[in-house]
């Protein structure tokens, strides 16, 4: 009876064993695609301003990856947005923002600053300082965190942040308040 339940046991343990080596297995192969997902987005940033077409390409193999990776499809969608956005299709920018649902502040920071970017070119002056506000809010909170973040995260809080200053900077330009055009690009020489 003894032998019985030792066995028993063993197998039971082994079992257990097994579904928890399973669960790690898993887990990290999750944890690689999510490395590739975020390389992937690196690369389609790293393409904004000298390859429209590359930073869709790298954009849309991340967003067929990202399945269950809510930050990095969040990402991979602000960046077809930038692209939507050169290519002047506005109605699919903003479609593609819209469906930006995520709990990552810093990629809803960078949907803001892409929402900034739609309103200055339609001039739709109401919304683009209340996404103005809401991306100064979010930066303030991110800020509170930094320490928090890894590598691939502070790289995007600088990217959005050096935008958000660039659009506002723009904007401030185009309506005539040189002096914020200024004091807003001043502040990414301050950053640096």
């Known amino acids: 009876m003894l032998r019985h339940a ?6 039971k343990c ?5 579904a928890v080596l399973g669960i790690f297995a898993f887990s990290a192969c999750d944890n690689h695609r999510y490395d590739v997902v975020d390389e992937l987005n690196e ?3 790293d393409f904004h301003y ?3 077409d590359s930073t869709r390409y790298y954009a849309e193999r991340a967003l067929a990856l990202a ?4 930050a990095g499809r969040a990402e991979a969608l602000n960046n077809l947005a930038f692209y939507y956005i050169g290519r002047m299709d506005y109605k699919r920018a903003y479609e593609l923002l819209d469906s930006v649902e995520t709990d990552n502040l810093i990629e809803m ?8 970017r739609l309103c200055q070119r339609e001039s739709k002056n ?25 590598e691939h995260q502070r790289q995007r809080v600088v990217y959005a942040e050096t935008d958000f200053h660039i659009v506002r900077s723009t904007y401030f330009y185009y309506v005539g308040l040189t002096d914020e055009s200024i004091e807003a690009i001043e502040q990414i020489d301050r950053k640096s």
Request: glycine share 4%.
């Open 126 to 150: 109401k919304l683009f300082y209340d996404y103005s506000q809401r991306a100064q809010s979010r930066l303030n909170r991110i800020k509170e965190e930094m320490n928090r973040l890894n």
């Open 43 to 45: 690369k389609s940033y």
């Open 109 to 116: 920071l960078v949907a803001d600053v892409q929402y900034m």
């Open 14 to 18: 082994s079992v257990w064993l097994l």
């Open 6 to 11: 030792l066995k028993y046991g063993t197998r």
């Open 50 to 52: 000298r390859s429209l």
């Open 67 to 70: 399945d269950g990776y809510r």
